[in-house]
């Protein structure tokens, strides 16, 4: 996986497609849901396979049990704007607004390798995907900045 790289959990993908409601995700109505990007360290690699992954003890992978907080780096992390669902030729895809950005300071983590994205509206607060934050990140010696891609996640149709 390379540095920057978003993956989608394929729970996320079965939510979507069963319509259950545990696994609704609203992200365009008139009160969307917030989605939010947490930092975790690596003592649980994420990978697209894993089983029912929550923010928290709702499923059987629980992230928020590996996150790193600190001076910039608030429990919970950053919210995620969402900005724009698409069908373009067959291609559903989901992007996001304003990057998600922790400033530098001493008292941040120093331990930092994946931003989790997650549902915090959902009650078991399913997570979304992960981005790869290229291996070790030390949050004291730079900012951290993650600038979603375009379009964040797709699922193809056709």
Known sequence: MAQGEVVVFDSF?????MGTVEGVFDFGDT????IMC???NNTIVPIPAAVDPCWGAGGTVDYSANEETGTNYPAGGRECTVVNITDNAGVI????????VWAQNVGNPTACYWGIVYDD???????IGYVDLGGLFDATTGDLTITWGNPFATI???
């Not at 895809?93 to 998600?100: I, Q, V, W």
């Not at 509206?121 to 997570?127: G, M």
């Open 13 to 17: 993908i079965k939510y979507m497609m």
């Open 31 to 34: 009160t969307p849901d917030t």
């Open 38 to 40: 947490a930092i975790v």
């Open 93 to 100: 895809e989901l992007d996001f607004g304003s990057p998600a």
């Open 121 to 127: 509206t959902t009650a078991n607060k399913n997570c």
């Open 156 to 158: 193809n149709q056709a």
